[in-house]
């Protein structure tokens, strides 16, 4: 089955830890990225990768690092540096190129940090 | 001025109303627009993507796109209760040469039974 796929679900850590999401698509698609949603918020981008080897910042990434060695994979990394970790992290793959941007999410990861 | 914007409702209509969903955009040169539904809990599923002025139909679903008033609406037909959810506009927006995609903060909408 192609798709998208998180993991863990959900993720407890402690304060001043660092902790790593995994992301992995079989879609064949270019460009992949990671959201933050917080409840009643919307999605807010994090970090977008359009190829690999080359990603960019979003709107919300201090605290938060990435990295693209394969098409098929994009973690995100949050460091003890994201003073408000605990949120909903979604990650989402499109095609790119001539005005079609459809993004399709995987099932997300559910942070906690206490 | 949000980039996009929607009320966030929540929006109650009947079983079989038409729940009629709306959202406005700020930049003129966007080219591509998306809702999504979400389910509570669950992550946002793609429902209907829309790219030129006017109509497009799939289902009960339609989707409604004018790029002079900078506004896209999406239509839900003969409404269920499981259509129960948040549904986000998305549109793509030119930033600093990269194209990527904006959401609102989403539409609750609720059908009664």
């Known amino acids: 089955d192609g798709g998208i796929t998180q993991s863990p679900k959900y993720l407890f850590r402690k304060e001043g830890q660092n902790v790593t999401l995994s992301c992995e698509q079989n879609?064949?698609?270019?460009?992949m990225y990671w959201y933050r949603q917080d409840p009643g918020q919307g999605l807010r981008l994090i970090y977008y990768?359009?190829?690999?080897?080359?990603?960019q910042k979003g709107d919300i990434a201090e605290g938060y690092s990435v990295s693209r060695e394969k098409k098929e994979s994009f973690p995100l990394t949050v460091t003890s540096a994201q003073k408000n970790p605990t949120a909903f992290y979604l990650c989402?793959?499109?095609?790119?190129?001539?005005?079609?941007?459809?993004?399709?999410f995987g099932p997300g990861t559910r942070l906690t940090v206490t | 001025q949000k980039e996009v914007e929607q009320n966030s409702g929540p929006l109650s209509v009947p079983e079989g109303a038409i729940a009629s969903l709306n959202c406005t955009y700020s930049d003129r040169g966007s080219q591509s627009f998306f809702w999504y539904r979400q389910y509570s809990g669950k992550s946002p599923e793609l429902i209907m993507s829309?790219?030129?002025?006017g109509d497009k139909e799939d289902g009960r679903f339609t989707a409604q796109l004018n790029k002079a008033s900078q506004y896209v609406s999406l239509l839900i037909r003969d409404s269920q209760p499981s259509d129960s959810a948040t549904y986000l506009c998305a549109v793509n927006l030119n930033s600093g040469g990269y194209q990527k995609v904006t959401f609102g903060t989403g539409t609750k909408l609720q059908v009664i039974p």
């Open positions: 989402a793959s499109s095609i790119q190129g001539q005005g079609f941007y459809e993004q399709y």
């Open positions: 990768s359009q190829i690999v080897n080359d990603f």
């Open positions: 829309i790219y030129s002025n």
């Open positions: 879609l064949n698609h270019d460009a």
